[in-house]
């Protein structure tokens, strides 16, 4: 095991390279889905924009996501389409609906409420795109049973901006950035390691019982997450308790067998977390993880009309969310990490106790901040 280990460090110290400077990231951050990830995306599609490929770039993109029959000649494609993020259609009635999650926070019936809106603006050939880094799927929540095929970055898109390389080869600026994008993606789906380094470390991999010991450390990798998100949930809650003790008993679901089921892959295993009441009006904050975690308002299905206006009013009135302008208020903490694929400097932060710490009171002070805000709302009137 040992020599296992020595030989992947040296290894990583011979071949692994750091990203080196890109445009996107100086711009913008990298998980920005809205102004860097669809806007780019959709840029590239769209026949009409002025990459000067017309459709050949929309059409590589169908053949790689085995769509066929969808008539590009009349397409057009629009980002932030009616809050769609990428909205596809042309004039016999087709419509591809992309819905871009670069971290993963469905809205309740989002997914739903998309495929009804271009429903009722006459399209009848309606297909749901649900993308995300790896291929996950939206929740039952979001999708209420619409038809969803699942895209990754990792695999379709990536594919997809190769084979666009030759198309976009003539404009030195326009290469660049197809090239610059392609490494950003492959950073945040950790597959920016490839050539000599994953082909000498797969060799060793092959050599005697090296495999089956790569199985054991895989599990134990399994576990030792199982306790770090642990760990981070212990923080949260005794900060918490210790801070501000004035707010009730949460509901809480963060359980270690929560904790477990989310490195699973099994469905429905993700959106658990601290469920705390406003008590003096409809509604709770909370804490919550799904790829990464966040807080914010919620509200109750069985909530009246008049209520979910109330914290909608309420949630309107405070700058800084995440989401979209019809989500209620939810914000990411500063130190922002993806619990699921884990880039590199995102697991070295969740082993930083000093790091989880940080995350654990950005996340309660601004919690209690909207618990605070909403207990004023009720009290001073509407």
Not at 38 to 66: E, I
Not at 68 to 75: H, I, K
């Amino acid at each position: 095991m040992s020599d296992l280990f020595q030989a992947a460090a040296v290894l990583r110290a011979t071949h692994h390279r750091d990203p080196g400077f890109n445009l996107f990231t100086v711009l913008r951050s990298n998980s920005d889905e809205v102004y860097l990830h669809s806007r780019f995306l959709a840029y590239l599609l769209n026949p009409q924009a002025s990459h000067g490929c017309g459709n050949a770039l929309l059409k590589t993109l169908l053949h790689v996501l085995n769509i066929d029959d969808f008539d590009v000649e009349t397409a057009s494609v629009h980002a932030e389409f009616r809050d769609i993020d990428i909205f596809i259609r042309n004039s016999k009635g087709q419509a591809i609906i992309i819905e871009n999650k670069i971290y993963h926070h469905d809205e309740d019936e989002q997914i739903y409420r998309y495929d009804q809106l271009i429903r009722r603006q006459g399209y009848t050939a309606i297909t749901n795109l649900y993308l995300t880094l790896d291929g996950s799927e939206p929740s039952e929540q979001s999708s209420k049973g619409v038809k969803v095929d699942l895209i990754s970055y990792e695999t379709d898109i990536i594919s997809w901006l190769e084979r666009c390389v030759p198309l976009v080869a003539r404009d030195p600026g326009l290469r660049e950035s197809v090239f610059q994008y392609i490494e950003l993606l492959k950073n945040l789906t950790s597959t920016d390691q490839g050539g000599m380094y994953m082909s000498e470390l797969k060799k060793k991999l092959l050599e005697g019982d090296n495999l089956l010991l790569v199985a054991d450390i895989e599990q134990a990798y399994k576990e030792a997450l199982i306790d770090l998100q642990d760990q981070l949930w212990g923080r949260i809650r005794t900060y918490r308790e210790a801070t501000y003790p004035d707010m009730p008993k949460p509901e809480d679901t963060a359980s270690r067998d929560a904790i477990r089921n989310y490195y699973s892959k099994s469905r429905g295993n993700r959106q658990y977390g601290l469920y705390f009441a406003l008590g003096a009006m409809a509604g709770f904050v909370y804490i919550e993880l799904n790829h990464r975690f966040y807080f914010g308002y919620g509200i109750p299905e069985e909530a009246k009309a008049s209520e979910r206006e109330n914290l909608h009013k309420l949630s309107d009135s405070i700058p800084g969310s995440s989401g979209k302008s019809t989500d209620l208020f939810w914000r990411f903490p500063e130190i922002n990490i993806d619990l699921v694929t884990l880039p590199r400097d995102d697991l070295v932060t969740l082993r930083d106790p000093v790091k989880q710490q940080a995350i654990a009171e950005d996340l309660v002070d601004g919690m209690y901040a909207l618990w605070v805000k909403g207990r004023e709302f009720a009290l001073n009137g509407r």
